[in-house]
Every structure is written in C-alpha cells, then in structure tokens.
C-alpha cells in the first residue's frame, strides 16, 4: 500500500494526514510513505502543490492528501475514509 500524505506529516499544521498514519500504525498496516509537496492553507506553495501531486489528481481527481491506494490500485481519499478502513480491517 501507498499513503500519499503531506509533508507536514501530522503537525499542527496539518493533523489530518497524521491521523491517517495513526490509524495505519494503530491497526498495524505495512505501507509505503509518499509525502507530498505543497500545502492547501499556505498559497504560496500551490504551485508546487499542482505541480507535484499529479499522481494522486489522476488517482482521485483531487489533489488533496492523504489517500491511501491499496495493493490492488484502488484509492481511498481522505483521512476519516483511510481511518474507517483501517479500523474495519481490525476490528477496531
């Protein structure tokens, strides 16, 4: 699995991506980390933002982070759909 996640990485700057990760990590997921450039609140980084997220635009139509793309290539967007996965797949 691949999560796309901001390069912020959970701060509080952006703690949704970080939840994601946590929910990952809680229900003990083994996944690859792609940190994306860019930050949707800081419009001086848009640029980079468009620019360096074309794969999770083609993989969802958005360009927003994080999503998650299971080993067969389908995407969830979004931290609280990423969190619900995790947590259906343990029971948690």
Same mark, same amino acid.
């Given at each position: ?10 701060? !509080? ?7 994601? !990760?946590?929910?990952? #990590? ?13 930050? !949707? ?11 360096? !997220? ?33 947590? #259906?797949?343990?029971?948690?």
């Amino acid at each position: 699995m691949i999560l796309f996640t901001c390069g912020q990485g959970g701060n !509080r700057l952006d703690p949704h991506c970080g939840k994601a !990760r946590k929910a990952l #990590d809680a229900a003990g997921f083994e996944y690859e980390v792609r940190k994306m450039p860019g930050y !949707r609140l800081l419009p001086w980084t848009w640029s980079k933002l468009r620019a360096g !997220r074309t794969e999770v635009k083609a993989l969802t139509g958005s360009y927003g982070v994080p999503v998650l793309v299971l080993d067969d290539g389908i995407p969830i967007a979004g931290t609280q759909q990423i969190v619900d996965w995790a947590k #259906d797949r343990t029971g948690g």
